[in-house]
């Protein structure tokens, strides 16, 4: 399983989650000093975000996953699904990458691969809380607590939207509204 903006927020939980369910993870991140990180958190494998790109030429590439967590989009989506192994699948949740998807078909119809959005906006409260309840019960306090880089309260917002910009954060940062 591959796991691209593996050192951000979505991406570290998936890392955790995969690793603990028995996949064999590899972390893609751009920031060389997260490794151990990722590696703490059960990746198998961790590579640098050039690895994934692959020959940004072919229009199919080796087949080297058999599925993905992709959280950057973009350029990145188009690369992993080039990539994927016959009858693979990609969730795809970021756009840090651009929301512009540039692919063919080919990996539609000659791989039978799928490409699995990932919706946070419509989905209903209930199940959101379900999930947060797994998360707490799965995983232990201290490995979620690694995953908050800050919390910050109103105030605090633009500095973490400049510093998540421009790539100095790992995990995620927590608003607090009352902070």
Known sequence: MLVTGASGGVGSMAVSLLSQHGYEVVASTGKEA???????LGATTVIGRDEVMGDEGRVLGKERWAAAVDCVGGETLAAVIRSLRYGGSV?????????????TVYPF????????GVDSVLTPIEERRAVWAN????FP????AAMVAEEV???????ALVDMAAARVRGRVLVEPSR
């Not at 969730?91 to 692919?103: D, E, H, R």
């Not at 998360?135 to 799965?138: F, L, T």
């Not at 306090?141 to 979620?144: C, M, Q, Y």
């Open 34 to 40: 997260e490794h151990p990180y990722l590696r703490s």
């Open 91 to 103: 969730a795809a949740s970021g756009l840090t990458g651009g929301n512009a998807f540039g692919s």
């Open 109 to 116: 119809i000659v791989r039978g691969v799928a490409l699995l």
């Open 135 to 138: 998360v707490r019960s799965d």
């Open 141 to 144: 306090e201290e490995t979620v």
């Open 153 to 159: 309260g109103l105030d605090g917002i633009d500095g």
